[in-house]
């Protein structure tokens, strides 16, 4: 007989699915990662490789998958610009595909289903903080539509499958999140600022750095979607997770080289296309529902962070390859 809950986590060897991994098998669970290594690496995951309650599979979602799970916790999809438009006619295929696979066997072995949807289906928004009632400011044709729309799609794919087969759904809009063992590659600003910042090279801000962000570390989004996971069958969401603390990257750039008391200057590149003016969730139906909000401050998530980025570069490779780039 089984006893434990058997959870599926899509995405597992990936920033966010790792440390999500790791909190559910410390909470009892029995965890199966799948995950096709686009962005995500074994590394992240070694640590666990020999729990016995954790089994890997190598696995695209976008190809059906078969196995008996309770849970699905679906976060398989690159998500830093720099990876997701490398390329975007897969990024759409995981995120839709992905979407009615995940979505499809949840229905068979009537599994209770999690989608990492992100703050990219408010777009660059005309509301602020964003409300999960606002509809968002999408471009559909655009660098970064294959990831929003994508994402927009993936949303009312579980809600079909809500309203048509009465799946049990959860939907959790993320928020930029940071910490240890975001990918030292994939040109997300904390990540890249803190590297710089290290190598005492020239932060690279782009467009004038007025534009926003909001920064949630990697353990309280955990702690948000494993809240959201647990909640009765009625909470669909959407439901905003993130950190409202709000910060420009002028800010955000300072702050980062006062804290490593790097030499490293400040310098401007041109803004990506469609980059959003501003962003911040509004948090109230996380705080209501979830009785959720985050807990560490800035400064110290991005000391944790900062301690992480210091051990990779001392691995001799990492070093040799972000000098190089
Ligand atoms: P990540 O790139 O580190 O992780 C994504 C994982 O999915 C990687 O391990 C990758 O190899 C895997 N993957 C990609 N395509 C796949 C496919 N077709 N089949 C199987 N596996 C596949 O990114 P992350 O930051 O950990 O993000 C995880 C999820 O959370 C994503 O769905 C992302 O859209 C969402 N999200 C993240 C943030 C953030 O700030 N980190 C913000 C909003 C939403
Ligand atoms: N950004 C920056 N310098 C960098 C990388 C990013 O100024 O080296 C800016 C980027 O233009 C955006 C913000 O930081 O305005 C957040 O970018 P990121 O790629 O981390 O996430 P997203 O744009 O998806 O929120």
């Excluded at 790791?22 to 690496?41: K, Y």
């Excluded at 959201?228 to 002028?250: H, R, S, V, W």
């Amino acid at each position: 007989m089984h006893l434990q809950r058997r959870i599926l986590v899509t995405g597992g060897a990936g920033f966010l699915g790792s440390h999500l991994c790791e909190r559910l098998l410390a909470a009892g669970g029995d965890v199966l990662c799948v995950d096709n290594f686009f962005t995500g690496s074994r590394k992240n995951i070694e640590h666990l490789l020999d729990h016995k309650h954790f089994e890997l599979t190598r696995h695209d979602v976008t190809f059906p998958l078969y196995v008996e799970v309770d849970e699905i916790y679906n976060l398989a999809c690159p998500a830093s610009p720099i990876h997701y438009q490398r390329d975007p006619v897969q990024t759409t295929k995981t995120s839709v595909h992905g979407a009615i696979n995940m979505l499809g066997l949840a229905k068979r072995v009537k599994a209770k289903i999690l989608q990492a949807s992100t703050s990219e289906v408010y777009g660059d928004p005309n509301v602020h903080p964003q409300h999960e009632e606002y509809w968002g400011h999408v471009n559909p044709t655009g660098p970064r539509s294959c990831y929003d729309e994508g994402k927009r799609c993936a949303e009312t794919l579980f809600f079909d499958y809500w309203r048509q087969h009465n799946l049990r759904i959860k939907v959790a809009r993320i928020f930029n999140t940071y910490g240890p063992r975001m990918h030292p590659n994939d040109g997300r600003v904390v990540s890249n600022f803190i590297i710089q910042a290290l190598l005492d090279r020239d932060l690279t801000v782009y467009g004038d750095g007025t534009q926003t962000r909001s920064f949630c570390y990697v353990d309280d989004l955990v702690d948000g979607l494993i809240k959201l996971m647990a909640t009765k069958d009625q909470i669909t969401g959407p439901i905003n997770i993130g950190n409202p603390g709000e910060f420009t990257m002028l800010q955000l750039a300072g702050t980062i080289i006062e804290m490593i008391g790097s030499r490293s200057r400040i310098v401007h590149r041109p803004l990506p296309e469609n980059d959003p003016r501003q962003r911040r969730p509004d948090i109230s139906r996380a705080q209501e529902l979830l009785s959720w909000a985050p807990r560490t401050a800035l400064r110290e998530g991005l000391t944790s962070a900062i301690s992480y980025f210091e051990k990779l570069l001392r691995e001799e490779g990492v070093r040799a390859t972000l000098t190089a780039n």
